[in-house]
């Protein structure tokens, strides 16, 4: 059977990572590995003295440490940083998607696209009118392009990734699979008897290097542009809504949803199911923990938690009392009841 993965030795691992091997130097290893994998052949990463024991208790093939760790009877590779150590290896390891140059015969190109000469387009991929395709595009099977969007050089749309109209992706920006950018916003007017719908005719614009993840839903602007900034992150099954304005270096994790009109400064982070209300503002380096919600301006950088998000400080002194609550209400009832008697002396 082929191997997916490079193979090496502890001594040629420990010198590929500038790092110092502690065993036997020709040691076989294959892959990187979680700490308590059963794995002879795999390789692992231990930052602290906990994941050092659980490596330690698997059949685990090597452990990359820091440079002043203890010794251990497994086979070690003292780094300088073993996460940092552990990512390269990762890269190393990493098995990319393939496909094939040139045009698939099943895709569809409007003749009014331009397509550079270096992009691959994989199987039923549909790229429609006034379209422009850089320089080492890569469609993977099923994409959709629409009207007018423009992809920059060394763009990447895996399998089933659809975008409307009038969508521009920056520079080596990355599309999960199964993400829709361009769909209309959520616009409509009460009229007293229905809900007529407000026309969407605005843009989607993505920075450089960007990475959106699986499913991701980007609604075009009512008017104007929805944007994502260079270098920012955007995890699975995020929503970001129409006329939203993303900054640079942000990162946004999986089931969080951004209402219209709102912006985000540049390095702000967004945990997991974080939400928002139109037309607020969150300036430069926020840090909003996982299931906030943010019904307000935020200006002054720094970490806030809760609903309402609030300084973390506060968020977690307020988090505390509530789990007094039963015991802070039996004790005013008690007082209360203590004041009645006194006032009926």
Request: aromatic share 4%; net charge negative; glycine share 12%.
């Amino acid at each position: 059977m082929e191997k997916v993965s490079p193979r090496f030795t502890l001594g040629s691992l420990a010198q590929l990572l500038g790092g110092e091997a502690e065993g036997p130097i020709d040691k076989e290893l294959e892959r990187p590995v979680s700490a308590g994998d059963i794995d002879p052949l795999g390789v692992t990463f231990a930052e602290n003295e906990k994941y050092l024991k659980l490596a330690e208790s698997s059949e685990i093939g090597a452990i990359l440490v820091g440079r002043d760790v203890r010794k251990s009877d497994r086979a070690l590779v003292r780094v300088d940083s073993p996460r940092r150590a552990f990512a390269q290896l990762l890269s190393i390891c990493r098995r990319e998607q393939t496909l094939a140059p040139g045009v698939h015969p099943t895709a569809i190109i409007d003749p009014s696209a331009k397509v550079d000469p270096t992009a691959q387009i994989g199987p039923y991929v549909v790229v429609s009118a006034e379209a422009t395709l850089g320089p080492g595009v890569r469609l993977f099977p099923f994409c959709f392009v629409g009207d007018r969007c423009v992809l920059h050089q060394g763009v990447t749309l895996y399998p089933h990734v659809v975008l409307y109209q009038d969508v521009t992706l920056g520079k080596n920006t990355v599309v999960h699979s199964g993400s829709v950018l361009g769909s209309e916003g959520f616009g409509y007017v009460w009229d007293g008897k229905k809900r007529s719908k407000i026309p969407q005719v605005g843009v989607v614009e993505v920075g450089e290097e960007a990475e959106l993840g699986a499913n991701i839903t980007v609604d075009r602007a009512t008017a104007g542009a929805t944007r994502i900034g260079s270098g920012s992150k955007l995890d699975n099954l995020v929503q970001v809504a129409h006329n939203v304005s993303i900054g640079e270096h942000c990162v946004i994790a999986a089931q969080s949803g951004i209402s219209g009109s709102t912006t985000l400064g540049d390095r702000v982070v967004m945990g997991g199911n974080v939400g928002t209300n139109d037309h607020v503002h969150i300036g430069n380096d926020v840090i909003l923990g996982g299931r906030s919600s943010v019904d307000r301006d935020i200006e002054e950088p720094g970490a806030y938690f809760g609903t309402p998000a609030r300084p973390l400080a506060e968020a977690k002194r307020s988090f505390v009392l509530t789990t007094k609550l039963p015991e802070l209400l039996s004790r005013i009832r008690e007082l209360e009841r203590k004041v009645e008697e006194l006032s009926a002396e």
